[in-house]
């Protein structure tokens, strides 16, 4: 996470670092129930509104452990008061942005196929939001400045850069003379955008995409294609995917990382539903600069972790949860089993074989 503190005046920036770790993390997606838990959470703790805290409690010290932690922000934020919507128009309660920023996140994506769901007026108070919470973000804009402007942070010294695109808005339009409003895949625009984050002094960039066929664990023809164009170039480190709402696999190109898809890290679809829904990561990469002065991702772990609904909505941390002495041995073992099958998704195009480590 990065720090909070500002120097005294007159006191000596720290060196740069050569190491630094990247946590990144699955879609926060909202669904009607998943605000109904929120809002009964908040009630427990004697406050009105909503309260995601308790469902994100498990991954807050990894996530805020990191020098840097990024976060997908799938649906628009609504109002205080609401209305919260689910698919397929949603809209959900602000507080979501309280949460992300509890849990350590520092960025946050917010290209989706839902960026639209609620016109211009919900990206602005999208962003609106998570200006106040000091997330930063990128893949949205309520101006044609904000958009041309790279999402450049300062990690321990480290100028690393984040940029956000998705597939579809879902057929809806953009809005009228507001074409920067929300970013679309297009490839010579992703490698423009990343080549002006280095020209701005990015020295790490990170791109955030939302691609692939829902619900398949394998990545289609076209996320594959366009990892090996876009991880080609000299302007682009690491691509985390998102959106297809199940785990799918990690895999080095070209010596470089890309995530296909981290699943949902909130989620509440209805009960039966056939997919893996629940299943999510939390993988860290740590980036290590070479004699050269260049970065590269030197290792990667990734947490396994499940949305369990049952008897309150809550993220489960799988590794310490299969573990834990305290669970019965059945609830352990079932944990543990979601965990084999979650590293079985990862390992299929053979990110274990490069290098990947499960926390197992």
């Known amino acids: 996470?990065?720090?909070?503190?500002?120097?005294?005046?007159?006191?000596?920036?720290?060196?740069?670092?050569?190491?630094?770790?990247?946590?990144?993390?699955?879609?926060?997606?909202?669904?009607?129930?998943?605000?109904?838990?929120?809002?009964?959470?908040?009630?427990?703790?004697?406050?009105?509104?909503?309260?995601?805290?308790?469902?994100?409690?498990?991954?807050?010290?990894?996530?805020?452990?990191?020098?840097?932690?990024?976060?997908?922000?799938?649906?628009?934020?609504?109002?205080?008061?609401?209305?919260?919507?689910?698919?397929?128009?949603?809209?959900?309660?602000?507080?979501?942005?309280?949460?992300?920023?509890?849990?350590?996140?520092?960025?946050?994506?917010?290209?989706?196929?839902?960026?639209?769901?609620?016109?211009?007026?919900?990206?602005t108070r999208?962003?609106?939001?998570?200006?106040?919470?000091?997330?930063?973000?990128?893949?949205?804009?309520?101006?044609?400045?904000?958009?041309?402007?790279?999402?450049?942070?300062?990690v321990s010294g480290v100028k690393v850069a984040q940029l956000s695109y998705t597939l579809s808005f879902n057929d809806i339009p953009l809005p009228e003379g507001r074409p920067w409003a929300a970013n679309l895949i297009d490839r010579d625009a992703i490698l423009a955008a990343a080549h002006r984050a280095r020209t701005a002094g990015a020295e790490i960039v990170i791109l955030s995409m939302h691609w692939g066929t829902e619900y398949q664990h394998a990545p289609n023809d076209d996320q594959q294609d366009l990892a090996r164009q876009l991880l080609a170039s000299p302007d682009i480190d690491l691509i985390v995917g998102h959106h297809v709402h199940v785990v799918q696999p990690f895999e080095k190109?070209?010596?470089?990382?890309?995530?296909?898809?981290?699943?949902?890290?909130?989620?509440?679809?209805?009960?039966?539903?056939?997919?893996?829904?629940?299943?999510?990561?939390v993988p860290e990469f740590t980036f290590t600069r070479s004699a050269s002065g260049a970065w590269e991702v030197t290792g990667v772990t990734v947490l396994p972790t499940w949305m369990e609904y049952r008897p309150a909505a809550r993220v489960v941390d799988l590794v310490s949860a299969a573990r834990d002495t305290g669970l019965p041995a059945a609830r352990r073992a079932h944990y543990a089993e979601i965990e084999e099958r979650i590293n079985g998704y990862l390992g299929m195009r053979g990110a274990f074989e490069a290098g990947l480590r499960p926390l197992s």
């Open 126 to 154: 999208t962003l609106d939001n998570l200006d106040r919470v000091g997330l930063r973000h990128t893949g949205t804009a309520r101006s044609a400045a904000e958009a041309a402007r790279p999402n450049i942070l300062d």
């Open 253 to 281: 190109v070209g010596g470089k990382w890309v995530a296909y898809g981290m699943g949902n890290l909130t989620t509440r679809f209805a009960d039966g539903s056939p997919e893996n829904t629940q299943d999510a990561v």
């Open 1 to 123: 996470m990065l720090p909070s503190a500002t120097p005294r005046a007159g006191a000596s920036a720290p060196a740069p670092t050569n190491r630094l770790t990247v946590v990144a993390a699955g879609d926060l997606l909202v669904h009607p129930a998943l605000t109904e838990q929120a809002a009964a959470d908040a009630r427990q703790a004697g406050r009105g509104g909503h309260d995601f805290t308790r469902v994100l409690a498990a991954i807050r010290p990894r996530v805020s452990a990191a020098d840097l932690a990024i976060c997908h922000l799938e649906t628009p934020l609504a109002p205080p008061e609401g209305p919260f919507t689910g698919w397929p128009t949603f809209s959900v309660p602000p507080e979501l942005a309280d949460a992300a920023a509890w849990a350590g996140f520092d960025t946050c994506s917010t290209a989706s196929n839902h960026s639209l769901d609620t016109g211009m007026e919900g990206i």
